[in-house]
């Protein structure tokens, strides 16, 4: 005896977004975009203190991708969010640059 998936699970892609490292060298740090259709993306980076230091535009045009973001090193070391958004979808995630 097998079992199908459920109709409603075929359909429905997990979408997923990662950066990384979390501890940034060398002011670059790497976006990996998973079963996201095509869109720009902008790519935020905040001090603490919700400054906005940096914002890049990111053209993505396959499912599946990776994109190298690199920062201005002018950039001082520190604690930063990362905030990704596209459509009506926002991401943030903390980094630490070295």
Avoid at 27 to 46: A, G, P, R
Avoid at 56 to 83: C, E, M
Avoid at 93 to 98: H, T
Wanted: charged letters at 15%; one cysteine or more.
């Amino acid at each position: 005896m097998s079992t199908l998936p459920q109709p409603d699970r075929l359909n429905k892609r997990l979408e997923r977004i990662t950066v990384y490292p979390t501890l940034v060298s060398q002011k670059k740090f790497w976006l990996q975009l998973y079963n996201i259709e095509q869109c720009v993306f902008t790519v935020h980076l905040y001090s603490l203190s919700g400054q906005q230091v940096f914002k890049h535009f990111l053209n993505h045009t396959d499912l599946h991708s990776t994109h190298t973001i690199q920062l201005p090193w002018d950039i001082p070391r520190g604690i930063y969010k990362v905030a990704i958004r596209y459509g009506d979808t926002h991401y943030v995630q903390p980094i630490v640059i070295d």
